[in-house]
């Protein structure tokens, strides 16, 4: 199954936020009720306008079946070395187990590479064990413990 990725346009977005609620933990979070809670568009033109960010889409057969958060990061540590960030990925649920995840995340890795990232990194909640095997499947090492701070509702 060969999909088409692409910078996600405004008008993705009410695909995007759908996709991110569809799923266990994102439809307690997310809310894809038309017209979008107007913080959806405040945060896709943030991202959009900044050079370091990158909003992605999957395609398949014209429709959005797949979303991504891309980050580029600089740093000082191991050497000045610039860090891929990969954040917010979904697919759509009927879709999942295809291998359209799998091209996703390559296709992100090889983004990072042409930008000179050294390495790329994500978070998966601990809850999303499936998602874990599908990482490691793919050759990433769980090495870090992620915490979060919530600084307001």
Not at 36 to 49: G, R
Not at 69 to 96: D, F, T
Request: proline letters at 3%.
């Amino acid at each position: 199954m060969s999909i088409v990725l692409r910078l996600a346009a405004r008008s993705d977005l009410p695909a995007i936020v759908a996709l991110l609620a569809d799923d266990d933990l994102g439809s307690g979070r997310e809310d894809a009720s038309l017209p979008l809670d107007p913080h959806y568009v405040a945060a896709f033109e943030a991202i959009d306008a900044d050079p370091n960010q990158e909003s992605i889409v999957a395609e398949l057969g014209g429709k959005i079946v797949g979303t991504m958060q891309l980050s580029y990061l600089p740093g000082i540590a191991h050497r000045g070395a610039w860090r891929g960030l990969i954040e917010a990925v979904r697919v759509s649920s009927e879709l999942r187990g295809q291998g359209i995840g799998a091209q996703m995340i390559e296709w992100a890795n090889a983004r990072f590479a042409a930008r000179g990232c050294r390495m790329a990194q994500l978070t998966s909640h601990r809850s999303r064990t499936d998602a874990h095997r599908f990482y490691e499947r793919l050759g990433w090492d769980k090495s870090h413990y992620g915490f979060k701070y919530k600084l307001t509702d």
